[in-house]
């Protein structure tokens, strides 16, 4: 395995604190905006966008939701892998709000498509953005581009990209894995 | 946390699964359980899955929850019910099912009067089959989600007592509820009358009582079952009243146990045979919560036996 590192320490906060100032201009206070993050790893995301928009707007209230999409996903049947599911932890109502949809990283954008089925659930929402830390461009197969990105990449299948979090993994990191002879 | 997969195809009795299984099961149970109490109640993870409802025996509360589980995956449903079907007219169970499965179903719900059909059933066919009562012999989504209805009220059921009360003799509930309390490490003891009480039963490594409040001051869980008059040939009690007054739970007894213990009901309820009506409709009491849980539980059971691909 080869690995590169696409982003860590300084260029990692300032890439968080950018994404907010964007979302900031388009969302003002988040009176009518809230953040759901795709379970697992997008939660981490959100938490840290929601830590870092509540350092740059003390008095306001930030709301945050984890949204799992386990059983809203396509490849059900068609690929062995985790059956289970994650928690839900949506205690808001999103009739009728602006919903920012955070993921680590964005690549076939079929998690995105389920996101959004299973948001539905909770209401339906005035609009629905979608902010990643890292796109894997032009690597879609379901059309789905985000609004607000951190960093694109150009990649090929065969690698991973892996985000880990201070929180959880001790660093704030984004690497990439290959095989090597690549 | 438990492993992704059942060890099974097939939920025939808890017999064959492993407590990984049982845990896999409360915890998908957990996530359903949330879905349940959404305002749209329902995903689309079985939505290319046929299920073939098959009641030889009557019932309302497993048939409908088992429905509602299919139908909040969105699986396609069908329903039989042998009383209306060419049962009557002298069709074999095979034959039957066979007929059945050319309608391409992918998994049985099954339930019937004799023991061991599920198992026959699941050597003889390809589709997935769930045992929803066989007989005397095993029922266990019910055994599940009375584990999983006494995990959520008490935290955990290791370690934890429960009493099985009634006719154990002529009861699938009891045999399931066993084998399931004793895989997640609870206690058990069952009572009852003597001649309800299976001769070797102990083997099963359960206490047995014949005395109703030793029993219950024994307990943490008290599981009342229904006399089942309908598989009694023989009588095995002088009189109903007989036996609700010398084994049926009531708010006096309740109230002077020295502990507040949680009393559960499979279902149907004979209110005043073994509970009273005050019991039934007391705090103490988690049937209906039993009833929730078992749509929960039955949707995990479906949702990871459909996850195994063939």
């Known amino acids: 395995m080869q690995k590169r590192t696409l982003l860590d320490g300084k260029k990692f906060q300032i890439t968080i604190k950018r994404l907010c100032h964007q979302l900031i201009e388009n969302h003002n206070d988040f009176s009518n905006t809230v953040l759901i993050g795709i379970q697992p790893r997008g939660s981490y995301f959100a938490d840290r966008v929601k830590q870092e928009l509540s350092a740059i707007l003390p008095d306001k209230n930030i709301r945050k ?100 979090w201070k929180e959880t993994e001790g660093e704030d990191k984004v690497i990439l894995l290959s095989e090597r002879n690549q | 946390m438990a492993a992704d997969k059942l060890s099974t195809r097939h939920l025939l009795g808890i017999k064959d699964i492993n407590l990984n299984d049982i845990e896999l099961i409360f915890e998908t149970a957990d996530n359903f359980k949330d879905v349940i109490n959404r305002p749209i109640k329902r995903v689309p993870s079985l939505r290319d899955i046929t299920i073939a409802n098959i009641f030889f025996e009557n019932s309302t509360r497993t048939k409908l929850s088992f429905e509602l589980a299919e139908k909040r995956l969105s699986a396609d449903v069908i329903n039989f019910a042998a009383s209306s079907s060419s049962v009557s007219k002298g069709e074999t169970l095979i034959d039957t099912v066979n007929n059945i499965l050319s309608m391409k179903v992918d998994m049985v719900v099954m339930r019937h009067p004799y023991a061991g059909a599920g198992v026959f059933l699941s050597k003889h066919i390809n589709a997935q089959i769930v045992n929803a009562g066989d007989g005397a012999h095993e029922h266990p989504t019910q055994a599940l989600l009375d584990a999983y209805s006494i995990r959520q009220k008490l935290g955990e059921v290791r370690g934890k007592k429960v009493v099985i009360v009634g006719d154990i ?112 409709d007391s705090k103490q009491s988690i049937i209906l919560e039993q009833v929730e849980n078992g749509v929960a539980v039955r949707m995990a059971v479906l949702y990871l036996l459909a996850s195994q691909r063939d």
């Open chain 1, 65 to 164: 939701g984890n949204l799992d999409i386990t059983f809203f996903r396509d490849d059900f049947r068609r690929k062995d892998g985790i059956v289970s599911a994650s928690s839900n932890t949506i205690d808001f109502l999103i009739e009728g709000c602006n919903v920012i949809l955070l993921d680590d990283v964005l690549w076939t954008g079929r998690t995105i498509r389920s996101a959004l089925d299973a948001l539905l659930a909770y209401g339906r929402p005035a609009k629905v953005e979608l902010l990643v830390l890292i796109d894997r461009r032009f690597s879609r197969q379901i059309p789905v581009e985000p609004d607000y990105i951190g960093l694109q990449v150009d990649s090929i299948d065969s690698q991973l990209v892996r985000v880990s």
């Open chain 2, 169 to 280: 003799l002529h009861s699938r509930v009891a045999i399931s509820n066993i084998l399931c309390l004793q895989k997640l490490g609870a206690e058990v003891m069952v009572c009852g009358p003597a001649t309800l009480i299976p001769k070797h039963i102990a083997s099963l490594g359960v206490k047995v009582e014949h005395d109703l409040i030793t029993a219950l001051n024994w307990c943490d869980v008290a599981n009342m079952l229904r006399i089942q008059l309908e598989r009694q040939d023989i009588k095995y009690f002088p009189s109903l009243r007989e036996y609700a007054m010398m084994y049926g739970l009531n708010k006096k007894i309740l109230d002077n146990l020295n502990k507040e213990i949680i009393v559960m009901h499979p279902g149907p309820i004979n209110r005043g045979v073994e509970i009273t009506s005050d019991v039934a």
